[in-house]
């Protein structure tokens, strides 16, 4: 708190140490505790403050399953994990859209690799009338979508 107040003091050199006080330090009473908080007034009148340590929460990691491995190309897992192999991770709805086909391309029946183009086709063409929802995608290899009639 000294050191934001010499920054307030350093902004405001002309200003006296009540108006600065005044203007950053507030009585915070969220959570039922009544805390000294420095912050200022934003532009849409909502408190614009510095959070405390204590109140960042914490959040822990996911252990990876003792069956899996990033070489059994299980592309739905490690991109929920977010580290797709490739260093990308897929949207969720490409996810929800391979985990519908099973990780497989709906032409080829063949799974996706680590280094595989994975495009989102629409089986009926949007030209023909299709929908752009769920039921109406499909993941497929980016050799098998050039190819496709």
Same mark, same amino acid.
């Given at each position: 708190m000294i050191q934001l107040m010499r920054w307030a003091k350093r902004k405001h050199p002309t200003r006296p140490k009540v108006w600065i006080r005044? &203007?950053?330090?507030?009585?915070d009473t969220r959570n039922g505790k009544s805390r000294l908080r420095f912050g200022y007034m934003g532009k849409k009148q909502?408190?614009?403050g510095i959070s405390y340590f204590a109140e960042t929460p914490i959040v822990r990691h996911?252990?990876?399953?003792?069956y899996?491995?990033?070489y059994d190309n299980d592309l739905v897992y490690w991109s929920e994990r977010g580290r797709a192999l490739g260093n990308r991770a897929f949207s969720k709805s490409?996810? &929800?859209i391979l985990r519908n086909q099973n990780n497989k391309c709906n032409i080829c029946n063949l799974k996706f690799l680590p280094g595989d183009v994975i495009e989102i086709? /629409?089986?009926v063409p949007k030209?023909?009338?299709g929908a752009n929802h769920y039921g109406n995608l499909q993941a497929l /290899?980016? /050799?098998? /979508?050039d190819r496709k009639p």
């Open positions: 005044n &203007r950053y330090l507030f009585k909502e408190v614009i996911k252990k990876i399953a003792g899996k491995s990033i490409i996810l &929800r086709d /629409h089986i030209a023909s009338g /290899h980016g /050799h098998c /979508h």
